[in-house]
């Protein structure tokens, strides 16, 4: 699959870029796609939420009235769950949500998003820059000379660039990331991704590993 090349002034460029047919041309595996996302997902979670179990709560254990003999349902402390202020029951406790995923699996799945944006026609290729400052209307301009300013997009570098990534990093629906960094929830999340040239080889050389 041949991609042209853009400046990032929108403009066209004469050369193209021949991409894998490895990487992004394969049949998508879903399933591969499904578990990448949920283990990124759960790998975001604290797992921090607690309540108070019954044992836990400060207050009187005595029995509240003797057992039988009142007309009414039978009652031990005040710390039962039906009481106000009593324990919670079977209440969330710290946990780790975290699971493990093969490398081949998670390698999978990204060339498999990706095989789903080139069938989508969703990549632009754009060729290497750098801004001189930090400026957020440079990549708003850069945007916006895509057609892509109300779009998500994944801006995806051959390496971290301090300037570009300051520069996006406060417009909403826009996500910049390394090749070494990118995930299939972040490929999947975007309407379109935006490779620089130079970070085609490096993408390529590390899912050819697998």
Known sequence: ??????????????KKVNL???????EPNDHAIYLDVKSYL???RQGTAKSKQRNEISGSSKKL????????????NIKNPQYKGGGRVFGPV??????????KVKDLARK???SYKAKDNSI??????????????????????LSLGDKKTLLILPELNKNV?????????????????????DLMNADNVIFVESSISKIENLLNKA
Do not use: C, H
């Open 124 to 145: 632009v290729l754009l060729e290497d820059f750098n801004f001189e400052a930090p400026k957020t209307k440079n990549y708003v301009s850069l945007l916006n000379a």
């Open 94 to 103: 710290p946990r780790d949500y975290s699971f493990k995923l093969n490398k």
């Open 42 to 44: 759960a790998n975001q």
């Open 112 to 114: 498999s998003a990706l």
């Open 65 to 76: 009235k003797k057992q039988k003999g009142t007309g009414g349902a039978r009652a031990g």
């Open 1 to 14: 699959m041949e991609v042209a090349v853009l400046k990032y002034s929108g403009e066209t460029t004469t």
């Open 165 to 185: 990534v300051l520069s996006g990093k406060n417009i909403q629906n826009a996500k910049i990331t390394t090749a070494d960094q990118v995930n299939t929830y």
């Open 20 to 26: 894998s047919s490895d990487i992004f041309g394969i």
